[in-house]
């Protein structure tokens, strides 16, 4: 059996290529895929925006996939059957490598390597069938639809970045960023019982918060540190998330964060943002500056919940859907200014 499978050629260069798909073996299974979202990562490589990544064309992107489980292997947990509705996570990790035996799974040093097929090189998540180890693929809901099943992965990593910034019941949370990442960790910090606030300059994703149910503060015309005062009886923000990359952004955070609080830099920058921050200030002032990166087998695990509960909803964060032959357009989408999450569809409806 063949796949047809998106390829990143060059910088703003993608096409469709057919791969062929084995039959699952020992621990695996095969996954028709019904719909992949175009994650940041992916168009910003896509744009060249990400040289520093050293990504080697061709690539096949995609992790934000999602969709039935159509054959499975053998020796594989005995809750997945065929006709089961998943998302995937990222690869299993080792559990021996010095990270991994600390709890730090992320880190693991001993992660199997990108897959290569006919020289190309990657994850292949653009494609209508992904064969894969049983220990990636997440259950979700019957009904909840493939292209918000492949939120599973960026709510996971909002719940890694929560976690270590330790957001808890009655914290006081200002999300700097309504895009499409902002408004799931928004949605995130007020599922664990945060009073939440978001920033955001764009009138358009203000009133997308606002729909949402969010108090927002808009920095280019009002004084972002009086409102948050207001906002949090005086003592400024106890957690803050930083979910845009941007200079302006990291200064806004140091300007509201309280006494002991806690700076969340969840999104990178391209260019490299810089970061204005006095040390005496974090000596006297005691708050803390924390970075996250990717999420582990509990965060995919709590992710695949909240989403099938609907606790964190984001059909309103899907822009459009397009189909596989038209990928190079749907890059071209997620790449515009204001566009939220654009989904690439493997299948005719």
């Not at 499975?72 to 995937?88: E, M, N, Q, T, Y």
């Not at 998540?125 to 099943?149: I, T």
Request: charged content about 20%; proline content about 5%.
């Amino acid at each position: 059996m063949k796949a047809k499978t998106a390829v990143m050629e060059g910088i703003k260069q993608m096409s469709v290529r057919e791969f062929d798909v084995a039959d699952p073996k020992e621990g695996e299974v095969l996954v028709k895929v019904y719909q992949c979202n175009v994650c940041t990562t992916d168009w910003q490589t896509w744009a060249g925006l990400r040289g520093s990544q050293g990504r080697k064309f061709p690539w096949a992107p995609g992790h934000e996939q999602a969709g039935e489980i159509v054959a499975i292997g053998p020796d594989v947990r005995p809750d997945l059957k065929v006709g089961d509705r998943v998302a995937f996570g990222h690869g299993i990790p080792c559990g021996q490598c010095a990270f991994c035996r600390m709890g730090q799974f992320p880190r693991c040093t001993t992660r199997r390597p990108e897959e290569v097929k006919d020289g190309v090189g990657g994850s292949f998540g653009y494609a209508q069938y992904v064969l894969s180890d049983a220990g990636r693929v997440y259950k979700v809901a019957d009904d909840l639809p493939y292209e918000e099943a492949g939120y599973l992965e960026p709510l996971a990593s909002a719940i890694r970045g929560q976690r270590r910034a330790r957001i808890h019941y009655n914290d006081d949370v200002l999300i700097i960023g309504a895009g499409n990442l902002g408004l799931v960790h928004a949605q995130l910090a007020e599922v664990l019982g945060g009073h939440v606030m978001v920033s955001e300059i764009n009138p358009d994703r203000i009133a997308l918060a606002q729909s949402l149910g969010f108090a927002t503060v808009n920095p280019a015309e009002q004084d972002v540190v009086q409102v948050t005062k207001d906002f949090t009886g005086g003592k400024g923000m106890d957690a803050i998330v930083l979910a845009v990359g941007a200079t302006a952004a990291n200064d806004q955070a140091v300007q509201v964060v309280a006494p002991a609080g806690r700076i969340l830099f969840y999104a990178a920058g391209y260019p490299h943002p810089e970061l204005n921050v006095e040390p005496n200030a974090i000596h006297y002032r005691e708050y803390e500056l924390i970075g996250t990166m990717g999420c582990d087998p509990t965060d995919f695990t709590w992710s695949a919940s909240m989403l099938s509960r609907r606790q964190v909803k984001v059909d309103k964060l899907v822009s459009q859907k397009i189909p596989l032959a038209d990928v190079q357009k749907a890059f071209e989408l997620a790449a515009t200014p204001g566009t939220y999450r654009v989904s690439v569809s493997f299948w005719d409806e």
